[in-house]
C-alpha cells in the first residue's frame, strides 16, 4: 500500500485522507496523506494516523494514539489513549491494546493479545494465545 502511495506521489497524484461519512474524527486529530478511516469508526482528540494508514470499520484510535505510516487497525479494534504503532504493523479485528502501550512495526497485534507492559516486538506476528515460538514479545 505504501510503495503504491509512492508511485501515485511520483506521478505528480494528490493523495487525500477518506474519511467516511458515518465516521467520527476529533478536530484535533491528525489524519494523513492517503489515510483511509472507514464506515463507523472513531479516530479520537489528538490522535495522529501517518501516511496511508487504515483505521477500518468499526475501529477505534482513542485519544492521543500515535499511528505510524502504513499502519492498519482491522475492523472493531480498539486502541486505548496513548497508544503508539510503528510503521506498517496491524492490529488484528476486534484486538484491544491497552493504555500507553507501544507496538513496534511490521508486527500483527492479534485479536486476544493482552499485555500490561509496553511491548516491543521482537519477531513478526504478536499472537492469539499469549507467547509461542510463532508469537512473540519482550
Given at each position: 500500500r505504501r510503495a503504491i502511495g509512492a508511485a501515485l506521489r511520483a506521478l505528480?497524484?494528490?493523495?487525500?485522507?477518506?474519511?467516511?461519512?458515518?465516521?467520527?474524527?476529533?478536530?484535533?486529530?491528525?489524519?494523513?496523506?492517503?489515510c483511509h478511516v472507514l464506515a463507523n469508526a472513531v479516530v479520537a482528540a489528538d490522535a495522529s494516523l501517518g501516511a496511508m494508514a487504515i483505521?477500518?470499520?468499526?475501529?477505534?484510535?482513542?485519544?492521543?494514539?500515535?499511528?505510524?505510516?502504513?499502519?492498519?487497525?482491522?475492523?472493531?479494534?480498539?486502541?486505548?489513549?496513548?497508544?503508539?504503532?510503528?510503521?506498517?504493523?496491524m492490529v488484528g479485528a476486534g484486538a484491544t491494546v491497552l493504555p500507553r502501550l507501544r507496538i513496534w512495526g511490521n508486527v500483527m497485534w492479534g485479536r486476544k493479545t493482552s499485555r500490561r507492559v509496553p511491548v516491543l516486538a521482537t519477531r513478526p506476528r504478536v499472537g492469539s494465545h499469549g507467547v509461542s515460538s510463532l508469537w512473540w514479545c519482550s
Open positions: 505528480g497524484m494528490r493523495l487525500d485522507p477518506v474519511i467516511d461519512k458515518t465516521a467520527a474524527v476529533s478536530g484535533s486529530a491528525s489524519v494523513g496523506e492517503g483505521v477500518n470499520n468499526g475501529a477505534v484510535v482513542d485519544h492521543e494514539c500515535a499511528l505510524a505510516a502504513g499502519v492498519h487497525v482491522a475492523p472493531g479494534a480498539v486502541l486505548c489513549g496513548l497508544v503508539e504503532v510503528g510503521e506498517d504493523a
